[in-house]
């Protein structure tokens, strides 16, 4: 009942003394605990970002490359900025070792400023800042004597130095070879890296070559190690804009970039058959310079009716049989074989295709084979033998659609003692044999097994279909 009291009890008035504990100062949990996510991930990002602007500056200061035209002020400042950031957040994600990590930061930010002070490649702005060729009696050089001042003009607006840099190196070396400006205009630059594919694919240039941007859409291309004269090369740049002129002596190649033929059209247009532009359409899609545009408007041609510019397509379809880089040309001869209008202009491309293929021991596709075959052109023998000799199972059905012609090189192969060469032998002699045929199967009779003796009997019967006795 005490807890219902009115009164208050009388208290001790003596109490006990007693000595209070006292403890030390509660330690920070950051010194003991594991590191929180945030803290490592800040980390990650602090040193990810140096290492970063670190490779950034090595790589991309030189001619062409990222930070090409940017003043080493710019990249003193943004060299610092990574720096002190880096540091920052190094220093929030390690609480316990904050004076190791603030040194190692402090040294990473002096290294990563002292890079541009190194490395000046590119550093000279772009535009107005670019290095002016100056026509004074006593510093201009002997090839700018006789230049008209718009030329002179002209290189001061381009910016040459790049271009006249390299055509020095290549005279210097005794290179044969030589390099050609182009003057972009208006160019996209999403388009750039298409473009510089298709000129090293076409021109075989030195990879190497690069651009140089100018601001305001315009880019200077380096193209190096080129081995044709500048007319040649500037109609190999037709397909990229209207060249509005070529500037011989400098060497460059002025071009107003069409940005249009760079986009496919819509893939529905593209495949409408009943469509009276489809073949305009796809005619214009082979001509690309974007190689995918390509493959795809081969694959579309193939499986149609060969009904309008059948000419103009079958061109074309012989000029990427025969390109370096065409890695589609199974597709490219199924769809010549379906436009081809004069039998043997095709075959003989892909005869000839299939011989250097050969001859390099490199993979022949049967689309190819089959192409000759239906041209008529019996020369392939040569090549199916071989291909025939390594896989008589793939290629047997093509040697025999040679026709009469196979007899004599596949007779060639009487003694072999193969029994996958021997059966697919004894089936094709029966398809294109003859009299010499027929004595080579009579005379392979004599102690042939008895699955191969039945083959010999039905090719000796369809022979006997053919020649009389």
């Not at 670019?130 to 910016?159: F, H, Q, S, W, Y």
């Not at 030589?178 to 205009?185: H, P, Q």
Request: aromatic share 6%; charged share 25%; glycine share 8%.
């Amino acid at each position: 009942m005490d807890f219902f009291q009115r009164i208050p009890l009388a208290s001790d008035s003596n109490p006990k003394s007693f000595v209070t504990i006292r403890y030390d100062n509660t330690p920070d949990t950051l010194f003991f605990e594991p590191s929180p996510p945030q803290r490592i991930i800040a980390g990650l990002i602090g040193a990810g970002m140096m290492l970063f602007i670190a490779s950034l500056l090595v790589f991309g200061s030189s001619r062409g490359g990222v930070l090409d035209g940017m003043v080493t002020l710019n990249r003193l400042v943004m060299a610092g900025f990574a720096g002190l950031l880096g540091t920052v957040l190094l220093l929030y994600a390690n609480p316990r070792f904050r004076l190791r990590v603030l040194g190692a930061g402090l040294l990473c930010t002096v290294g990563l400023i002292s890079l541009p002070l190194f490395l000046r490649g590119g550093a000279t702005p772009l535009g107005e800042g670019v290095p002016r060729v100056k026509v004074t009696a006593a510093t201009e050089a002997p090839k700018m004597k006789d230049e008209a001042p718009d030329l002179v003009a002209l290189r001061n607006r381009i910016g040459t130095e790049p271009l006249e840099e390299e055509i020095a190196r290549l005279k210097a070396e005794g290179s044969t070879r030589v390099a050609v400006g182009l003057w972009l205009r208006e160019l996209q630059e999403q388009h750039r890296f298409l473009i510089r594919d298709y000129i090293l694919r076409t021109t075989g240039a030195d990879p190497q070559s690069h651009y140089y941007p100018r601001g305001s859409g315009n880019f200077l291309m380096v193209v190096t190690g080129i081995n044709m004269s500048i007319d040649d090369f500037a109609k190999v740049c037709a397909p990229l804009g209207d060249i509005v002129q070529v500037h011989a002596a400098i060497p460059i190649i002025e071009i107003k970039v069409r940005n249009s033929n760079f986009l496919e059209m819509s893939i529905e247009k593209l495949s409408n058959k009943a469509d009276p532009d489809y073949y305009v359409l796809n005619l214009s899609e082979l001509q690309s310079i974007d190689l995918k545009r390509v493959e795809k408007a081969v694959k579309r041609l193939m499986d149609s009716s060969p009904k309008v510019l059948r000419t103009d397509i079958t061109n074309r379809l012989m000029e990427l049989l025969i390109g370096e880089q065409i890695s589609f040309k199974a597709d490219v001869c199924s769809a010549l074989a379906v436009w081809s209008e004069q039998p043997g202009r095709a075959g003989e491309v892909a005869l000839k295709e299939a011989a250097e293929l050969s001859s390099k021991d490199l993979e022949v596709p049967k689309e190819m084979i089959a192409l000759v075959v239906k041209e008529g052109i019996t020369e392939v023998v040569g090549i199916l033998d071989k291909l025939w000799e390594k896989n008589p199972t793939a290629w047997e059905s093509l040697y025999a659609d040679v026709g009469s012609a196979a007899e004599a090189p596949i007779l060639a192969h009487l003694n072999t003692k193969d029994e996958g060469k021997r059966r697919s032998m004894v089936r094709i002699l029966g398809k294109v044999g003859g009299v010499d045929g027929r004595q080579a199967l009579q005379a392979m009779k004599a102690g042939a097994e008895p699955e191969l003796n039945i083959l010999i009997e039905a090719s000796l019967a369809a022979i006997a279909t053919r020649v009389s006795s």
